[in-house]
């Protein structure tokens, strides 16, 4: 499917600035550029272009309020200065398999001041000796690249936002969880004591291939045989 239609069909009868993220994966893009999205995406943040084909950002337009973009397994070599000029609240960006050999063709990245996280993974780039110090250099705003600080410590998946949102929510789960558990243990316990009171009144009676002495606790009525032996 080209590009064209894919975004037709994601808007889903909205117009374009309802739209907060747009996801064309896999799809195909003309000559290699971006087709498509315009500036009436005005609300958009989140925007994945992740294996279109592409080889150019010329076509991306002026979009204030992106703020994360995927642009992995494309043919891009350069030409990030498109970036810097239309993406100024960019803060994460994600280059990974594409065709920077150079740490120069990064330059541009510099006038991303809200830039911080970076992804060049299978980039050969990434291949050059002081690769990661390089870039850190370059980009002192970065926070992470490859997923990774400057301390080589993971970046985390919220990397700290709405972790207060998550806290609550767990909470809420576990407090429903424990009055729930805590009726089923009571209905359990109650159940373990009927179950007391049954075995305490329930006499077990020997079978006939069974020893036929009296059962431990129970009273054995005497038969007249006996007797007659005792007085013997």
């Excluded at 990030?80 to 280059?95: C, D, F, I, M, Q």
């Excluded at 009726?183 to 036929?212: G, K, M």
């Amino acid at each position: 499917m080209d590009m064209n239609k894919r975004v037709s069909l994601e808007l889903r009868h909205r117009s374009p600035s309802e739209v907060h993220e747009l996801v064309l994966d896999n799809c195909r893009s003309g000559d290699g550029k971006m087709e498509g999205i315009t500036e009436e995406f005005s609300n958009l943040e989140v925007l994945s272009l992740i294996n279109v084909g592409l080889t150019s950002m010329a076509g991306i337009p002026k979009l204030d309020k992106l703020k994360k973009l995927e642009l992995s397994d494309n043919r891009i070599s350069g030409g990030l200065e498109v970036l810097a000029e239309r993406l100024v609240n960019l803060t994460h960006l994600n280059l990974s398999g594409n065709k920077f050999k150079d740490i120069s063709t990064l330059e541009p990245l510099k006038k991303l001041p809200q830039l911080k996280s970076l992804d060049l993974f299978n980039c050969e780039v990434t291949n050059l000796a002081d690769y990661r110090d390089s870039i850190f250099k370059l980009l002192p705003q970065l926070t992470y690249l490859d997923g990774y600080d400057v301390n080589d410590r993971e970046a985390s998946d919220s990397e700290g936002e709405g972790d207060g949102v998550d806290d609550e929510g767990e909470e809420g789960e576990e407090g429903g969880d424990g009055e729930v558990n805590g009726d089923v243990d009571s209905e359990d316990e109650d159940e373990d004591e009927e179950d007391e009171d049954e075995d305490e009144n329930l006499i077990i009676f020997p079978s006939a291939d069974e020893d036929s002495s009296p059962v431990k606790g129970e009273k054995r009525k005497r038969d007249p045989e006996d007797e007659d032996e005792e007085e013997d």
